[in-house]
């Protein structure tokens, strides 16, 4: 596993958007997995911002989010639908039809999320899965736990992430934020071909420790992209 300290978040932002550039330079249709949170921001902006200069072209790339709060709308303005909407893909030409947000609307969800699963196969599997890290080391909503659902899932969120959550997103409102999110399983992350993973601030240190630590636990499940024989960890405090 390959880890990169980088100065600021700038310089990580900077360096995440080029590796998805040139992924995407060197493969046009290719399959993106795709994080929300604060820490891709700075990544989203770059990209739209290559695209803008006319270096970037996204009318082949399909993409695969994460994740998705169960119970909001898609234009919820907290939904990870409208994050991605508003951060990426209203300002880039990726077809609508190619930006797949799991549904946390769904009437049934077990099977929503078992489609997404048969669809990402369909389209050949994520050749790049951009992660973001929670600060208890969830990936996706893979919360700590003894045991967790392999692939797409419904789960319920953790005290912390909803606390963290709340502070980011809800204006502190802990009774706003959903206690549920439907999110990629860990088998459905660790098929992709390449995974970044990237952690910015002290919040995060911890949870990067635990990876340095080179032991696999549930505890903290980003441990578990060691299991992966292409990740690199993209780091700023
Ligand atoms: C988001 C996701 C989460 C976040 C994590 C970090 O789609 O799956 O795992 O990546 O909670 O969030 P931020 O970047 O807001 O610290």
Redesign the pocket.
């Known amino acids: 596993m390959k880890k990169t300290i980088f100065k600021n978040y700038e310089e990580m932002s900077t360096a995440a958007a080029n590796i998805v550039a040139a992924a995407i330079g060197a493969k046009p249709n290719i399959v993106l997995g ?8 700075g990544m989203y902006s770059n990209l739209v911002a290559m695209h803008k200069a006319g270096k970037l072209d996204f009318s082949q790339v399909k993409s695969f ?3 998705e709060y169960v119970g909001l709308q898609e234009n919820h303005n907290q939904s ?1 639908r409208f ?1 991605m909407q508003t951060q990426l893909f209203n300002h880039v030409n990726i077809l609508p039809q190619n930006t797949y947000v799991p549904s946390g609307t769904a009437k049934n969800l077990e099977e929503a999320a078992a489609l997404f699963d048969k669809k990402i196969e369909e389209e050949g599997g994520i050749d790049l899965f951009v ?5 208890n080391g ?5 919360e700590p736990a003894a045991s967790m659902p392999a692939y797409t899932h419904v789960v319920d969120l953790t005290k912390q ?1 909803i606390e ?2 709340a502070r ?2 809800f204006g502190g409102n802990m009774k706003a934020v959903p206690k549920k999110a439907i ?1 990629q399983g860990l088998a459905t992350i660790l098929q992709a071909k390449k995974i970044i993973l ?4 002290k ?2 240190a911890a949870a990067i420790e635990s990876i340095d630590k080179k032991i696999l636990t549930l505890n903290c499940p980003a441990t578990m992209l060691h299991l992966h024989n292409n990740v690199e960890l993209l780091v700023c405090n």
């Open positions: 795709l994080p929300t949170g604060s820490t891709p921001c989010n994460l994740d990870y994050f992660l973001g890290i929670g600060a969830h990936i996706g909503f893979n992430t963290d959550n980011a997103f999110t990237l952690a910015s601030g919040s995060k």
